[in-house]
């Protein structure tokens, strides 16, 4: 069955169940604050509670990789029945996993996260564009054909980010509106938006560059690391209906009661209607 274009289908979503991603990050403190070991046993358990509380109601899942990566080839099954089972109870999957590369090399990585016929298909994946935004080709080409998205790093939440997202080109453009712009050109006429998105921390304050890429705007930020849904509109302005805002730790604390992720993860994407609502 061929996919609608992630835009498309992350519209649907958002509209349907609210705009919230909430990611799957077992990191050791997380996995002991659930009474888990940091084993594989507990990877498992974490990841299963997460994904049978929340999949069902969310608008999209991000597992982040790396937290998987670490356990190896058992780690990395975990990770392929998680998205399978996310998938099939509704929710979109975006593999956080900051891939960048070129050549061939970014081919695997496309073939990876984007083929269908992949353990790994995600509807969407993270992608790093500081080899180049022409090096992401392969993964952008791959996404298109399989109706999945990709979502770029433009202005990240960490402070180490600016030194070089914040650096100016050679056009006077600063990096991230540099990639932005190409992002936009990517997005160019569809509707109800394109499938190319950005990752624009929602801690930046105002974020200084022209966020109208015609796509999503993943946020993350929201919860643990300081911001609120009441400060999107300040950091994303016109385009914040576009917003996704990520939590991880913000709702993953109150687990593993599954009742209680469930309502940590409604009051946010309620709050963050409310924000949005209106602008």
Same mark, same amino acid.
């Given at each position: 069955m061929t996919l609608a274009p992630f835009g498309a289908r992350l519209r649907h979503a958002m509209d349907t169940r609210g705009p919230l991603c909430v990611g799957i990050d077992p990191h050791a403190s997380l996995l002991s604050a659930w009474g888990l070991s940091d084993d594989i046993a507990g990877l498992e358990r974490f990841t299963r509670t997460t994904v049978e509380a929340l999949a069902d109601r969310v608008a999209v899942l991000k597992p982040q990789s790396a937290f998987f990566e670490r356990f190896g080839s058992r780690g990395i099954a975990v990770l392929e029945k998680a998205v399978e089972e996310a998938r099939a109870?509704?929710?979109l999957v975006l593999m956080d996993a900051k891939r960048g590369d070129i050549g061939s090399t970014m081919g695997a990585y496309a073939?990876?996260?984007l083929d269908k016929?992949?353990?790994l298909f995600s509807d969407a994946v993270t992608l790093s564009p500081y080899l180049g935004f022409g090096s992401l080709r392969p993964a952008l080409d791959a996404a298109a054909v399989?109706? /999945?998205g990709v979502f770029?790093?433009?202005l990240t939440s960490n402070p180490e980010g600016a030194e070089v997202q914040r650096s100016t080109a050679a056009d006077g453009r600063s990096l991230a509106q540099l990639m932005l712009?190409?992002?936009a050109a990517e997005n160019a006429g569809a509707t109800p938006m394109g499938s190319v998105g950005a990752v624009v921390g929602a801690t930046l304050g105002d974020a200084g560059v022209n966020l109208d890429?015609?796509?999503p705007l993943l946020a993350p930020g929201i919860g643990a690391q300081g911001a609120t849904p009441a400060d999107l509109p300040g950091v994303f302005g016109r385009a914040v209906g576009n917003v996704v805002p990520s939590v991880s730790r913000g709702v993953l604390r109150h687990g593993p009661d599954v009742a209680a992720l469930r309502e940590s993860a409604t009051r946010f /994407?309620?709050?963050v209607r409310a924000a949005v609502s209106g602008v």
């Open positions: 109870a509704g929710a073939a990876t996260y016929d992949s353990p399989s109706g /999945a770029v790093l433009a712009d190409h992002m890429i015609n796509g /994407a309620d709050e």
